[in-house]
C-alpha cells in the first residue's frame, strides 16, 4: 500500500471549477492505476474516474463525463481531477486512491484521507 495526499478542495459556486492534487506520502514512483472516488453525507462512495499510470487510458462515471478530466504528471509523480461545471451535486469527500491492477473498486488498495470539495447554488 501506498500512503496518498489529496490536496485542492474547497468551496466553489455551481458552474466553477476546481482541481484535485494527489501524489504518494513517501518517495514512491507511481505505477498503477490511479483513481478518484467521492463520498457524499448519507450516501456510498462512488467511483468518479481512473488512469492508468502506464498507458494513460482513462475512465469516468457517466456523471462526470464531459465535465471532469483525469491525468497524471510523471514528471511531478502526481495525478490530478480537474472538475468544471460543477454542480451542487458533485459535493463531497473525494478520494484519491491507487490500484496495483484492476480497475474495479476492490482493486484499489490504497487510499487518501480525502478533501472536502462544496459546491454551492
Known amino acids: 500500500q501506498v500512503p496518498l495526499v489529496e490536496s485542492g478542495g474547497g468551496l466553489v459556486q455551481a458552474g466553477g471549477s476546481l482541481r484535485l492534487s494527489c501524489a504518494p506520502s513517501?518517495?514512491?514512483?507511481?505505477?498503477?492505476?490511479m483513481g478518484w472516488f467521492r463520498q457524499a453525507p448519507g450516501k456510498e462512495r462512488e467511483f468518479v474516474a481512473a488512469?492508468?499510470?502506464?498507458?494513460?487510458?482513462?475512465d469516468y462515471a457517466d456523471s462526470v463525463k464531459g465535465r471532469f478530466t483525469i491525468s497524471r504528471d510523471n514528471a511531478a509523480n502526481r495525478v490530478y481531477l480537474q472538475m468544471n461545471s460543477l454542480k451542487p451535486e458533485d459535493t463531497a469527500v473525494y478520494y484519491c486512491?491507487?490500484?496495483?491492477?484492476?480497475?474495479?473498486?476492490?482493486?484499489?488498495?490504497?487510499w487518501g484521507q480525502g478533501t472536502q470539495v462544496t459546491v454551492s447554488s
Open positions: 486512491a491507487a490500484s496495483p491492477s484492476g480497475w474495479g473498486t476492490r482493486d484499489f488498495s490504497s
Open positions: 488512469v492508468n499510470w502506464s498507458s494513460g487510458n482513462t
Open positions: 513517501r518517495r514512491t514512483r507511481i505505477t498503477y492505476i
